[in-house]
């Protein structure tokens, strides 16, 4: 075990140094800097430790010796804490990374070394043993468990030369099974049998955990018929009957969103999202009715919204003021000042565009 002080490490750059004098053209401190510069913070010190007692530059040289010095001491403890993190995060291949800096600035520190070594053989065992797993869980088809795989050597080894083409099979198996799963569903629910149905859209967020179209058949499943009889369809409207168009799908989950960003109280997100579903489709009766809602609950923000925007128009900040004026409409979009207002700047805006592009005029 070596463990050697600041200034022993120091010493030890400089033994076998050549001491000549007039030898500040070879060993000066401009040529330490640049070193330092270039991040050689050993090459560095290495330099400015030959600048011999005589030259004009050693008092200099002495201090850089001092001043980088205890950037090294910061540096390694810095890196080996660093490493030590990523370690018990499992993030092997990084923390092997950091102890390596850390064992370049101290190449003489044995237990840095060793502690390496171990890593090395640590990572290389960890990552042969997620391969194999993941071979395995991918060859049985599990594909929730290979995804957890991937991601597991993703993080002890990010650099993993196959990452890639593992990702790329991995998403194109996922992809057919969602399909398969979907169709099965929507098959099962058309013919009523909703609690099968609900067991595929299920297993679909398993593999896909924002899975739009699942999601909005779940939604359709939890607001119509639960009976595991089958359902006259002629008893359904369109959207429960065929599992919801993609548009119905789309503002479903839409409209979830909205009051999931209600619950944690960002009004604004809401209400966007409230917007976007009827845009997608407008006979959502439940995002209309929230929507509203939500424009009652906020239309104390309008004209401190409207205010905003004049001071920021005031200021010559254009963007920002088209800014408050279009959230000011999107809660009251009848506001026929804040109207006005993103008329005006909206041509502003446009006029300065068209400048910026025009050809410039001929000088008179």
């Not at 395995?136 to 890639?164: K, M, Q, S, Y």
């Amino acid at each position: 075990m070596t463990h050697r002080t600041p200034n022993q490490r120091r010493a030890l750059i400089g033994v076998g140094a050549l001491v000549l004098l007039g030898s500040s053209c070879t060993a000066s401190l401009s040529s330490g800097e640049r070193r330092y510069r270039e991040g050689d913070l050993r090459g560095a010190l290495s330099i400015w430790s030959e600048i011999p007692i005589q030259d004009s530059d050693y008092t200099a040289a002495q201090q850089r010796l001092q001043e980088v010095g205890d950037e090294i001491d910061r540096l390694v403890v810095l890196h080996k804490q660093r490493g030590h993190d990523y370690a018990t995060q499992g993030r092997l291949a990084e923390s092997v990374l950091d102890y390596r800096l850390a064992l370049a600035l101290e190449p003489e520190d044995d237990d840095t070394l060793e502690h390496v070594q171990q890593q090395v053989r640590l990572l290389a065992k960890r990552r042969e043993a997620l391969r194999t797993a993941y071979s395995e869980t991918f060859t049985r088809g599990d594909w929730v468990a290979a995804r957890d795989t991937l991601f597991e050597l993703e993080i002890a080894d990010p650099l993993e030369p196959n990452l890639g083409a593992r990702r790329r099979q991995l998403s194109q198996a996922l992809n057919a099974a969602i399909s398969q799963r979907m169709a099965t569903g929507r098959s099962h629910f058309t013919s009523g049998r909703n609690d099968d149905a609900r067991g595929e859209f299920e297993a679909v967020l398993k593999l896909d955990p924002r899975n739009e179209s699942a999601l909005g058949c779940l939604a359709h499943l939890d607001a119509g018929p639960r009976s595991g009889n089958r359902v006259n369809e002629s008893q359904l409207d369109r959207s429960m009957a065929g599992c919801a168009t993609n548009d119905e799908i789309l503002a479903e989950d839409l409209y979830q969103k909205a009051l999931s960003a209600e619950r944690a109280g960002e009004l604004e997100t809401a209400l966007r999202n409230a917007q976007r579903a009827l845009s997608a489709n407008n006979n959502h009766t439940r995002a209309k009715a929230h929507m509203e809602l939500l424009r009652l609950r906020m239309n104390d923000e309008v004209d401190l919204l409207l205010d905003q925007g004049v001071h920021a128009y005031r200021e010559e900040n254009l963007q920002l003021a088209r800014d408050f004026w279009q959230r000011a409409l999107l809660i009251e979009p009848d506001n026929e000042r804040a109207s006005d207002y993103l008329d005006r700047v909206e041509r502003q805006i446009r006029n300065l565009e068209r400048h910026r592009t025009a050809p410039n005029d001929p000088v008179e």
